[in-house]
């Protein structure tokens, strides 16, 4: 192998490096990312070997990764081929980075789907609790503010699966206005409160309770993501701290879920210990509302679409550059990181329409 050659295998490995790590800062299984990458990278088939070579992940890491990609229910189209005369397994991906991305959006999307009308069943619950107390009017604000969120979630994933072809090809966005009409419109039952039975013997607690139940019926994740889900709730359907025997009677997690949950939200600085005067139990509360918490999610996604083009355009690019050849390795790598430049400053830019059109 030559000097050159060398060269732009390490630089092919600082990319990979780079991508997988700044995926697992947007959630996603570093893993998998830097597997697929490396075979969008190459274009061509490579042995667990070669994969291993260039992702720096152990042989199990790689053969169970692949296996992902590979099975029948993935998303991505990584085939696993045999050559004449050669017992070693082989995998390819004809995806373009744009391909990906189109998958990566629709994926998204599916993902956000979650419907929040079940809160209609609780509304009228809420309404015959007397008195109105603070604690009841801190719940119904939150139901309204699910359900308006959901109506603002279902206009955005109407524009971008009508317009995602055209934004991902030019880079301009349509007039996403006709999208938000009716998430601007009031929120409404979608069943007659008529229709619906309050139990005789009714608290505020049984609903947050119900509340949890009908969301993790409509998000089907399970194990430590399914507590998370649930102590996030739990935490913002309270108006107080609460303490994690509370969170336990409300969720129905375990002790060592609520704990490691919370040490999490509290390493994230979601959530902030509260301490009582002469009281030795620990409290927690969100340190943001909400709607904060969740705008904050996207913004933190377009922080890091911005790094990720700030270091292929500052640090890949110009070291690429330097390489003194033509060879087709050199323009396919380029090639490959100029698509990334081009789809990430599409998604940073709809991250930022996004921000815009609904915090007004």
Excluded at 292 to 302: A, G, H, P, V
Aim: proline share 4%; with cysteine.
């Amino acid at each position: 192998m030559s000097n050159i050659e060398d060269q732009l295998l390490e630089l092919k490995k600082d990319y990979l490096n780079f991508i997988a790590q700044a995926n697992k800062s947007l959630g996603y299984n570093p893993y998998l990312k830097g597997v697929l990458f490396t075979l969008m990278l190459e274009g061509e088939s490579l042995s667990q070997e070669q994969i291993m070579e260039l992702t720096g992940y152990s042989r199990s890491m790689v053969s169970e990764t692949l296996s992902e990609l590979t099975d029948f229910s993935s998303r991505y189209s990584v085939r696993e081929i045999r050559k004449p005369g050669e017992k070693r397994k082989y995998y390819s991906c004809p995806l373009s980075f744009l391909q990906y991305t189109k998958i990566l959006a629709k994926t998204n999307l599916e993902s956000s789907e979650t419907s929040y009308d079940f809160i209609d069943k609780l509304f009228p619950r809420l309404e015959a609790l007397t008195p109105q107390t603070p604690d009841v009017k801190h719940v119904f604000d939150l139901f309204i503010f699910l359900k308006s969120t959901y109506s603002s979630v279902q206009a955005l994933i109407s524009y971008v699966e009508d317009q995602l072809d055209l934004i991902l090809e030019t880079g301009k966005f349509p007039d996403i206005n006709p999208y938000i009409v009716k998430s601007q419109e009031k929120v409404t039952l979608s069943s007659p409160t008529s229709e619906i039975e309050v139990p005789k013997s009714d608290d505020l607690t049984q609903i947050k309770r119900d509340f949890i139940t009908y969301l993790l019926d409509n998000l089907p994740p399970s194990g430590k993501q399914r507590d998370l889900i649930a102590v996030y709730f739990g935490l913002y359907l309270e108006r107080e701290p609460v303490t994690q025997d509370q969170l336990k009677e409300l969720t129905g997690a375990s002790r060592t879920a609520i704990s490691e949950t919370l040490s999490l939200f509290t390493q994230l600085k979601t959530v902030k210990l509260v301490k009582k005067p002469k009281d030795r139990k620990k409290y927690y509360s969100p340190l943001i509302d909400m709607a904060d918490y969740s705008f904050s999610k996207y913004t933190n996604q377009k922080r890091i679409f911005t790094r990720i083009k700030t270091g292929i355009s500052t640090e890949l690019l110009p070291e690429l550059n330097k390489f003194s050849t033509d060879e087709e390795g050199k323009k396919k790598f380029e090639q490959f990181l100029n698509e990334n430049l081009w789809c990430y400053q599409v998604l940073e830019d709809f991250i930022t329409l996004m921000y815009h059109t609904f915090s007004k």
